[in-house]
């Protein structure tokens, strides 16, 4: 067997490879289970001690030389790969700006857009909170003292200096605010009953993958007057859901939970479809075809909560939810990786973005279509 035959046979294929799935179906050939140099390679247990002696050097030199110049022309071809695309992919930072402004409104803005156009239809205000919260806001006035389990849920960011004091001197843990229900306590506090406020805003958790980034969009909703019950609950959100999907189908289904601030607590899912490989929400979850996915976490505000926001529970009730506003604007928009909303691709935002003329209005439209 002419060994340096076979070798310069092969090294002449590898520099000839165009491209990277070229050089792997060569590798395959040579090198892979039943390659040829790994069929010499097995041949050498069937020789003579020998043959072997002689022969097996040589075929180990050649396996050596062919995996070095795979590994050559590898890297040549990441290389030209990467010169290719970097040439491909330039900006000139030093053109002037387009003349028609090109920005977008990011799906997360239009969102609550509509979201707070459909709410402003129920007689909804918008209220807000700070980002950076305290304690007390946070967890404590909801319903989680200190020592409460469920604060370890929330994977909470703390500020290193830790201890910031409040107005009235006291020492408190200032963090990021792991949801919008701290809007909830500031809203009673500030306003009294009766309420019908939504508080849309980012909120932060130390947690990141496909589906969570450390930050993300909630919209609070909270109800207080006299005699509110579930049933308004799930009217409201069933309207709501109604109006931002754009369909008269959604089917909720309110399942018993817990939430430290709501009591009794409900899961609400809503029934979905698989079509063209996107989630499109409606119908039953029962339905052929059909499966629920949970939503949003809901349920009638505890009474300690109204307690510390200053109400009396025998005279006011209410109700409270809190929902994901990313995984609404993918549900709506048909967008499957969480992490492409912050990462400012201007590819993403000129196609998933709104026209700043798109305002959402409820005689307009609120899910006119990109
Ligand atoms: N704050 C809860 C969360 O972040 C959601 C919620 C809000 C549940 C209001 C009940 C009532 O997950």
């Known amino acids: ?92 930072l030093s053109l002037p700006a387009p003349e028609t402004p090109r920005g977008t409104i990011h799906p997360v803005s239009q969102v609550m857009d509509e979201l707070a156009e459909i709410f402003a239809d129920l007689g909804f205000a918008v209220a807000s909170g700070p980002e950076i919260e305290d304690d007390w806001h946070n967890f404590s006035a909801l319903n989680m003292p200190e020592s409460h389990p469920a604060r370890a849920m929330h994977d909470t960011f703390y500020f290193p200096d830790r201890d910031a004091p409040d107005s009235h001197g006291n020492t408190r843990e200032m963090l990021l605010r792991t949801h919008t229900s701290p809007v909830q306590i500031r809203t009673m506090l500030a306003e009294g009953a009766p309420l019908r406020v939504i508080a849309p805003g980012r909120v932060y ?27 308004h609950l799930k009217w409201t959100l069933e309207t709501v859901l109604k109006a931002f999907f754009e369909r008269d189908d959604i089917v909720l289904r309110l399942r018993p939970s817990y939430f430290p601030f709501t009591e009794p607590s409900v899961e609400v899912d809503t029934g979905y479809s698989w079509v063209d490989g996107r989630r499109v929400v409606g119908g039953s979850g029962d339905a052929p075809g059909h499966a629920w996915m949970e939503l949003l976490g809901s349920g009638m505000v505890n009474a300690h909560v109204l307690r510390a926001g200053g109400l009396d529970p025998d005279e006011w009730q209410g109700f409270a939810f809190g929902v994901g506003v990313d995984r609404l604007a993918m549900l709506k928009y048909g967008m499957n990786d969480l992490r492409a909303f912050f990462d400012g691709d201007a590819r993403w935002l000129a196609h998933y973005g709104f026209s700043a003329l798109d305002v959402p209005t409820l005689s307009g439209g609120v899910g006119t279509p990109v």
Do not use: C
């Not at 995996?67 to 970097?86: G, H, Q």
């Not at 958790?205 to 909703?221: I, K, L, N, W, Y």
């Open 205 to 231: 958790r130390s947690d990141s993958d496909a589906t969570h980034t450390p930050m993300f969009h909630q919209v609070e909703g909270l109800v207080i007057d006299r005699g509110i019950h579930l049933g």
């Open 1 to 92: 067997m002419d060994y340096e035959a076979t070798g310069q046979a092969a090294l002449a294929e590898i520099a000839g490879a165009q491209d990277l799935d070229a050089l792997e179906g060569l590798r395959v050939a040579l090198l892979g289970k039943r390659g040829s140099i790994s069929g010499l390679l097995k041949m050498l247990g069937t020789m003579t001690p020998e043959q072997r002696q002689s022969e097996g050097p040589l075929i180990h030199s050649l396996r050596e030389t062919v995996t070095v110049a795979l590994a050559a022309r590898k890297t040549e071809l990441d290389e030209a790969a990467l010169a290719a695309r970097l040439a491909g992919e330039w900006l000139d």
